[in-house]
C-alpha cells in the first residue's frame, strides 16, 4: 500500500510500522500509541546521554520517519546530559508516561526491538558510549550479543 507513492517514504512508513508492531507485540498490546510513547522516549532519552557524533551514527540506522522522531527537540549544545541511572529512568518514565519501576522492562523490549531492525552491533556501538550504570539498564550483559 503507497501512502506517499514516494518509495523512500513508504517505505519508512512500513518499517516504522513493523517496529511499531513488534514493540507492541513485546507489551502485549494492540495499542500503538503505547508502543510510540516507549519508543519516542526511548529515542530520546538516549539520545540526550549520547554525544553528538554517536547519537548521529545511531539515528542514521532508523527509517527516515524515525529518524524524524529521533531528532525533534533535539538542542545538541552540551551533549551529552550526564544522567545517574535514577535521572535516566525518572526522564524515561516521564516522556513515556509510566511508572519508573515499568522503566527497565520497557528498555528491554525496545532494546531487543532495535537490535532486530538496525544493522548488526549498531545498538551495542551506541549503548558501549554510556556509563555503566547505563549501559547495563539499556543493555544488560546477559542480553547483549
Known amino acids: 500500500m503507497s501512502f506517499t507513492h514516494i518509495d523512500s517514504l513508504d517505505s519508512s512508513i512500513h518499517k516504522s510500522n513493523k517496529w511499531l508492531a513488534d514493540i507492541c507485540a513485546g507489551f502485549a ?4 500509541r503505547i508502543a510510540y510513547r516507549m519508543l ?23 527509517p527516515t520517519l524515525l529518524r524524524g522522531v529521533f531528532y525533534e527537540g533535539w538542542h545538541p549544545a552540551g551533549l551529552p546530559h550526564k544522567m545517574t541511572r535514577d535521572e535516566y529512568v525518572r526522564r524515561f518514565a ?19 526491538v532495535l537490535r532486530e531492525h ?13 556509563p555503566g ?13
Open 40 to 62: 519516542r522516549a526511548y529515542l530520546h532519552t538516549l539520545r540526550d546521554r549520547l554525544t553528538v557524533d554517536t547519537s548521529a551514527h545511531f539515528a542514521a540506522q532508523l
Open 133 to 145: 550504570e547505563l549501559r547495563e539498564l539499556v543493555a544488560p550483559k546477559a542480553s547483549r550479543s
Open 94 to 112: 516521564r516522556d513515556a508516561n509510566v511508572r519508573d519501576g515499568d522503566v527497565p522492562k520497557a528498555v528491554e523490549i525496545i532494546t531487543r
Open 29 to 32: 498490546t494492540d495499542d500503538r
Open 118 to 130: 538496525i544493522a548488526s552491533g549498531a545498538v551495542d556501538q551506541a549503548v558501549e558510549h554510556l
